[in-house]
């Protein structure tokens, strides 16, 4: 398909795709008058759009601004992804989700600590999981490298790499799916049933990781402080749990940084847990898990 045709069956003037490719309008003047043809993740992405605006008009729906953006694809592959809900939901939330693409040139900026089984990650704002995900693959994959030969502890630290995942978010439609999504990477990688001992640990640890919540100001869905949960594997399958408030942890960062009258405290006088557990085992966890 030619470069016209397909910028026409996207709906897109010569400016809207120099605008939205970021290339100068010449350049988008040569592909049209055929002197020069567009890359080809260009090219691909308008037939997309094009294909999308044809099915949605079909449809009786305007086409979303995401698909547009999900267009600005620099990577190798132009992969459709949806990245918005609603409009409504993009204008109340600010929800628009993060290509793939993107998240793993990003998450390549910290490769060393997404490919570490147990480095923290908390995404404040983690929507369906588009960041966590593949973190916690990158985390697995770095599990089955090192422990793919002993069942046991790979088991052990494929969850100690799960319980390095947290997130907050706002709506509690994406908490659940963000829970779901991380729980069906986990149980993918192990092959795990719904009705597994693991499987049923991993859903509560996630049940406490993943916070349905206000990252601005720290409360959760029932008005309470936001709980992190510091989780830490001592070996022979024992897991440690303590409990922390997230308000007084980021005020902890902040106290020292600024130097503030606060700065003087040691780290020990701040981190207190709210909370201190015995260590669990693999079944206790699952004992406690609600959802089950
Ligand atoms: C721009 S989206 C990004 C989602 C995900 N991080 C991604 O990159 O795909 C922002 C998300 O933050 C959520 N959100 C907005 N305000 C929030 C807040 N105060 N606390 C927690 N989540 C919030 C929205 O519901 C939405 O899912």
């Known amino acids: 398909m030619s470069f016209s045709t397909s910028r026409i069956a996207a709906g897109l003037s010569l400016d809207d795709v120099s605008k939205e490719f970021r290339v100068p309008p010449d350049t988008v003047s040569s592909w049209e008058a055929g002197t020069a043809k567009p890359p080809v993740q260009i090219a691909s992405s308008l037939e997309f759009i094009g294909r999308m605006s044809a099915q949605e008009k079909s449809d009786g729906i305007k086409p979303a601004q995401a698909e547009f953006i999900t267009t600005r694809d620099e990577g190798p592959l132009f992969t459709p992804e949806k990245l918005i809900k609603s409009k409504k939901r993009v204008a109340d939330h600010g929800e628009v989700f993060t290509p793939d693409w993107l998240v793993q040139k990003m998450l390549d900026l910290v490769k060393g600590e997404t490919e570490r089984i147990d480095s923290r990650f908390l995404e404040p704002a983690c929507g369906s999981g588009n960041f966590l995900v593949p973190i916690l693959q990158r985390k697995l994959?770095?599990?089955?490298?090192?422990?793919?030969?002993?069942?046991f502890e790979k088991r052990h630290y494929a969850l100690l790499a799960l319980t390095c995942c947290y997130g907050i978010e706002l709506l509690s439609d994406n908490i659940a799916e963000c829970r779901a999504n991380m729980l069906a990477v986990f149980a993918e990688y192990l092959r795990l049933e719904s009705h597994d001992e693991l499987y049923r640990a991993a859903s509560h640890?996630?049940?406490?990781?993943?916070?349905?919540?206000?990252?601005?100001?720290?409360?959760?869905?029932?008005?309470?402080?936001?709980?992190?949960?510091?989780?830490?594997?001592?070996?022979?399958?024992?897991?440690?749990?303590?409990?922390?408030?997230?308000?007084?942890?980021?005020?902890?960062?902040?106290?020292?940084?600024?130097?503030?009258?606060?700065?003087?405290?040691?780290?020990?006088?701040?981190?207190?847990?709210?909370?201190?557990?015995?260590?669990?085992?693999?079944?206790?966890?699952?004992?406690?898990?609600?959802?089950?």
């Open 141 to 151: 994959a770095a599990v089955e490298a090192r422990y793919g030969k002993s069942d």
């Open 205 to 292: 640890v996630l049940s406490l990781n993943l916070i349905h919540g206000d990252a601005m100001t720290m409360k959760n869905a029932d008005g309470g402080p936001i709980l992190i949960v510091e989780w830490g594997y001592i070996g022979k399958g024992k897991f440690q749990r303590r409990d922390f408030r997230l308000d007084v942890l980021t005020g902890m960062s902040s106290f020292r940084e600024e130097r503030t009258l606060f700065a003087h405290l040691g780290s020990h006088e701040i981190f207190q847990p709210t909370e201190s557990y015995p260590p669990m085992r693999v079944a206790e966890l699952a004992a406690a898990d609600v959802a089950a």
